[in-house]
């Protein structure tokens, strides 16, 4: 568009957010955001599903929501309750689901409905930078809560809690992110579900689920939803097809009791999401969801292992993490003096793409040297390619590692 003179700027109001840079493209190698294998997407089905669906149900697109209603296509729906029962043990129906367009909606309806400027919630202390975002834009205290090697930590949590109340401040809820936790990869367990409940029930807080990544545990076995093993309703449970499927799609979904749900819709003010994204994923997902997911999670594990060695061999003992048992997300701890928000920088001028810690925490200085590796996106040469550009980049900026594939550096550039 050619430049035009007409200045809009004294008519925007106060408290927007900053303006959205212009999309450059992705990087020559790219472990950023929550993307997925290209060649993991089921094209050939969801194909046959649209012409199948189209062919039958066409018509109904006539009508806004379907003639389904406004909490999105019936069978889209029935298929996720009868999932949701299977995988996570949730007994919900049809009707106790709304659709939305991505589990980001669901973010932003769950806080619509919940807070107002200066509220407090608590959430994991590394967690998801688009929940992060979201609630300092909103200005609600976020309280980051550290984890361990399965989730966050319960005994942190009740003091948290014992702290807030000595202070007058009862926080709106608890986001927590059990089921292979991004950016960490952690599962939590049964046990410690059981706790976190009985904490959200003493102090009478509600608990928010975030359950994005619960289709991809490399041995499929996941606990039950916090959402199933809650006796008062005090859960609000979301999840997404984004990583199951295709996040281009655009469809996520909430499951809470209609006292939420109903306050949702009244703030969702789209029409409905996308018909034909749900028509297509009902109509692919009953049938072939189930033999899709494991195929799925075989080839992400694959990645994590290419990953994985590749920084073995070109960080050496400089590159430290644990495997997460599912996901798309590799969290790594370089060494202290590491800053991986100018690592980012030096690395994006070198083509290589990363997630800075610090962005993915309420605590920058605990982040200060992580970073968050997505190994779903690129290819298996990429990640060989990437992690050796990555490392030799974090060598000429930090020093480290001192050694790259085994090759003491130094001594090889003075010989
Ligand atoms: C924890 C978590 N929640 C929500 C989302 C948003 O996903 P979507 O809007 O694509 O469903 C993401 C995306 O990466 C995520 O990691």
């Given at each position: 568009m050619s430049?035009?003179s007409?200045?809009?700027?004294?008519?925007l109001?106060?408290?927007?957010?900053?303006?959205?840079a212009?999309?450059?493209?992705?990087?020559?190698y790219s472990?950023?955001?929550g993307?997925n294998?290209p060649?993991?997407?089921p094209?050939?089905?969801?194909i046959e599903a649209?012409?199948?669906?189209?062919?039958?149900?066409?018509?109904?697109?006539?009508?806004y929501g379907?003639?389904h209603?406004p909490q999105g296509?019936?069978?889209?729906r029935?298929?996720l309750?009868?999932?949701l029962?299977?995988?996570?043990?949730i007994?919900c129906?049809?009707d106790?689901?709304?659709?939305?367009s991505?589990?980001l909606?669901a973010?932003?309806?769950?806080n619509?409905?919940?807070?107002s400027?200066?509220?407090?919630?608590?959430?994991?202390?590394?967690?998801?930078?688009?929940?992060l975002?979201r609630?300092?834009?909103?200005g609600v205290?976020?309280?980051?809560?550290?984890?361990?090697?399965?989730g966050m930590?319960i005994?942190?949590?009740?003091t948290a809690?014992?702290?807030?109340k000595r202070?007058?401040?009862?926080?709106?809820y608890?986001?927590?992110i059990?089921?292979?936790?991004?950016?960490t990869?952690?599962?939590m367990?049964e046990?410690r579900?059981?706790e976190?409940?009985?904490?959200s029930q003493?102090?009478?807080?509600?608990?928010?689920?975030?359950?994005?990544?619960?289709?991809?545990i490399?041995?499929?076995k996941?606990?039950?939803?916090?959402h199933?093993?809650?006796?008062n309703g005090?859960?609000?449970h979301?999840?997404?097809?984004?990583k199951?499927?295709?996040?281009?799609?655009?469809?996520?979904f909430?499951?809470?009791?209609?006292?939420?749900?109903?306050?949702?819709?009244?703030?969702?003010t789209?029409?409905?999401?996308?018909a034909?994204?749900?028509m297509?994923l009902?109509?692919?997902?009953?049938?072939?969801?189930?033999a899709h997911?494991?195929?799925?999670t075989?080839?992400?594990r694959?990645k994590l292992?290419t990953?994985?060695?590749?920084?073995n061999?070109?960080?050496?003992?400089?590159?430290?993490?644990?495997?997460p048992?599912?996901?798309?997300?590799?969290w790594?701890?370089l060494?202290?003096h590491?800053?991986?928000?100018?690592?980012?920088q030096a690395?994006?001028?070198?083509?290589?793409?990363?997630?800075p810690?610090?962005?993915?925490?309420?605590?920058?200085?605990?982040?200060?040297?992580?970073?968050r590796?997505?190994?779903?996106?690129?290819?298996h040469?990429q990640?060989?390619e990437?992690?050796?550009?990555?490392?030799?980049?974090c060598r000429?900026e930090f020093g480290?590692?001192?050694?790259?594939a085994?090759v003491e550096k130094r001594?090889?550039?003075?010989?």
């Amino acid at each position: 568009m050619s430049s035009a003179s007409f200045d809009f700027a004294p008519l925007l109001p106060a408290g927007l957010p900053a303006p959205a840079a212009r999309w450059t493209g992705l990087a020559k190698y790219s472990f950023v955001g929550g993307n997925n294998d290209p060649e993991q997407v089921p094209v050939d089905g969801l194909i046959e599903a649209a012409s199948a669906v189209l062919g039958r149900e066409g018509k109904t697109l006539a009508t806004y929501g379907l003639a389904h209603g406004p909490q999105g296509y019936r069978p889209l729906r029935e298929f996720l309750s009868a999932k949701l029962k299977r995988d996570a043990a949730i007994n919900c129906t049809a009707d106790d689901i709304l659709i939305v367009s991505g589990s980001l909606q669901a973010l932003d309806l769950v806080n619509a409905t919940l807070l107002s400027r200066g509220d407090t919630v608590i959430m994991e202390q590394d967690s998801y930078q688009g929940s992060l975002n979201r609630l300092t834009r909103l200005g609600v205290n976020a309280v980051g809560i550290p984890l361990d090697r399965e989730g966050m930590r319960i005994d942190a949590l009740e003091t948290a809690l014992i702290d807030l109340k000595r202070r007058g401040v009862t926080p709106k809820y608890i986001y927590t992110i059990p089921t292979v936790q991004n950016p960490t990869g952690t599962i939590m367990p049964e046990a410690r579900r059981a706790e976190l409940l009985r904490l959200s029930q003493d102090y009478g807080v509600p608990v928010f689920e975030d359950d994005c990544y619960a289709d991809l545990i490399w041995d499929g076995k996941r606990p039950p939803a916090i959402h199933a093993m809650s006796k008062n309703g005090g859960v609000i449970h979301i999840g997404s097809f984004s990583k199951s499927i295709a996040p281009a799609l655009r469809v996520g979904f909430i499951v809470a009791p209609w006292e939420m749900l109903s306050r949702m819709l009244a703030l969702k003010t789209d029409a409905g999401s996308g018909a034909l994204e749900q028509m297509v994923l009902a109509e692919y997902c009953a049938p072939h969801f189930a033999a899709h997911v494991p195929k799925l999670t075989r080839g992400l594990r694959a990645k994590l292992d290419t990953l994985m060695e590749a920084l073995n061999e070109q960080f050496g003992t400089a590159a430290e993490f644990e495997a997460p048992k599912g996901g798309i997300f590799l969290w790594v701890k370089l060494p202290d003096h590491v800053d991986t928000l100018k690592l980012y920088q030096a690395a994006l001028a070198a083509g290589v793409s990363i997630n800075p810690g610090p962005e993915w925490s309420t605590s920058k200085a605990h982040a200060y040297s992580r970073l968050r590796l997505c190994f779903a996106s690129p290819s298996h040469e990429q990640i060989r390619e990437g992690i050796a550009v990555l490392a030799e980049v974090c060598r000429k900026e930090f020093g480290v590692p001192a050694r790259i594939a085994n090759v003491e550096k130094r001594a090889r550039t003075s010989s």
